[in-house]
């Protein structure tokens, strides 16, 4: 079989019980150009795919433990753009088909013709293509509504995702915390641009770089000769940004005279310029963020309970990077990227090594900390993956001890034990387990059943 252009350098996991079958098809594979993984289970397979992701994922219908359909919704909770066939015997063709319904790019049955499950790689590699085709010219198309985009499929982002689409079209105060590098402005651009405000100014501002008169000056401007110097009259950014939005980060930090003339505005949607004496109404959503716990600086007096109250409408909490993981990959691949097109490299993946670095990092910067070091090792890196060598000195001395690895329990042990605990919550009422756990019963069914929970 020729190498082809659409599989050649393709990453494909093939996923197979039978040692037999998991080496004709990465013969099959290599000889027309893709990496090939193999897996003799679904779970080793999610595991892998957490670090460094698939573009194919060839399955077998049948497997030990974790079946294909369980397979299929894993790599789709993981990475949706990534296609997926599943394999199976005559017998099961209902079931492929059904599974084609929850997302399977198609099926191939057994005994398997290698010519033609090529070609239907193919195809899938041409639909993986587009995408990544459609998303790239939409970025270039449509730049400010890419400066929105939240990267991760956690349960945490997809309730964030979730709290924006319901509030973005509302009018009322938000305020969003989170630690720093967590991408509280990034969350505060896709409340303005997938509200009704869109088409109008998004404008930011940092509160806790400025003293409360360049505050206050910054904010609502001046009249002139207001001071000296002020030979003409200047609006500030409050105004500037009316029918739009304005971003008040690091809110905490603003001064506590500040604080006062913020809510005056807040309550009556009124400004009065520095040195002005007339209240000009002003139309604009207030957004405002914190990295710290401002319930906490309102007991200490540092922050104003009535102010915190007004912004307090509705909260959005974001996760710290080390608590959502599973995002990581995700997040190196969008960073791959990016910065691919900044500096003009064809660097196309991580190695495993400085994959498992990174998983296993505490990023005390968060996101903005993973950018810095993918950013650092594209500028840097002279070959087509990353290596532990290419990221900064102090990672590179991080390692797993396969002692602290053999402690860890196992994906399936802990689901096992978290399926029992929300049994017990439900009193193995099995239609509300289903919806706590958010999967379907029937997917539920074969969980219990494997996991002799009944």
């Avoid at 994922?57 to 066939?85: F, N, Q, S, W």
């Amino acid at each position: 079989m020729q190498p082809c252009s659409e599989l050649e350098q393709a990453r494909i996991a093939v996923i197979d019980d039978e040692a037999v079958a998991c080496r004709e098809i990465r013969r099959a594979m290599e000889k027309a150009g893709c990496r090939v993984e193999t897996f003799s289970d679904g779970e080793s397979a999610l595991k892998q795919m957490a670090r460094t992701p698939f573009d194919l994922v060839l399955c077998d219908l049948r497997l030990p433990g974790m079946d294909g359909l369980e397979v299929l919704e894993g790599v789709k909770a993981r990475a949706p753009e990534t296609e997926v066939i599943l394999m199976t015997a005559y017998s099961s063709i209902d079931t492929a088909v059904r599974a084609i319904q929850s997302g399977a790019f198609h099926y191939a049955t057994k005994p398997l013709n290698m010519k033609e499950l090529c070609n239907l790689s193919m195809r899938a590699m041409e639909k993986v293509r587009l995408t990544r085709e459609k998303e790239a010219l939409e970025r270039a198309l449509f730049p400010r509504h890419h400066q929105m985009e939240l990267i991760g499929h956690s349960r945490q982002m997809q309730e964030i995702r979730g709290l924006i689409r319901k509030v973005s079209h509302l009018n009322c105060n938000v305020l969003i915390q989170g630690q720093s590098g967590t991408g509280k402005e990034l969350v505060a651009r896709a409340l303005h641009f997938q509200g009704l405000r869109r088409d109008n100014p998004f404008i930011s501002f940092n509160c806790g770089s400025f003293t409360e008169e360049l505050c206050a000056n910054e904010l609502f401007g001046h009249e002139r000769g207001a001071f000296t110097g002020a030979n003409e009259t200047q609006i500030g950014l409050i105004e500037s940004a009316h029918r739009g939005t304005i971003f008040l980060d690091e809110i905490g930090a603003m001064p506590m005279a500040m604080q006062i003339k913020l809510l005056r505005f807040v309550q009556e949607r009124t400004l009065i310029r520095v040195g002005g004496v007339k209240p000009i109404p002003v139309d604009v959503r207030l957004i405002a963020a914190s990295n710290q716990d401002l319930k906490e600086a309102v007991a200490k007096k540092k922050f104003r309970q009535d102010l915190y109250y007004r912004l307090n409408v509705v909260v959005i909490s974001l996760p710290p990077l080390r608590e959502r993981k599973t995002d990581i990959p995700l997040l190196i691949r969008h960073f791959l990227s990016k910065y691919n097109r900044v500096f003009g490299k064809r660097i196309r993946d991580v190695d495993p090594e400085a994959m498992e670095i990174l998983v296993h990092y505490p990023f005390p910067g968060n996101v903005r900390e993973l950018e810095n070091i993918i950013e650092r090792a594209v500028a840097l890196g002279d070959h087509e993956t990353i290596r532990s060598t290419d990221l900064p000195p102090d990672l590179q001395k991080l390692s797993i001890s396969s002692a602290d690895i053999d402690d860890w329990p196992s994906l399936e042990e802990r689901e096992r034990e978290y399926i029992r605990q929300v049994l017990l919550k439900t009193h193995h009422h099995k239609t509300a387990a289903a919806e706590i756990l958010k999967i379907p019963r029937t997917t539920l069914w074969r969980k219990i059943k494997r996991y002799g929970l009944e």
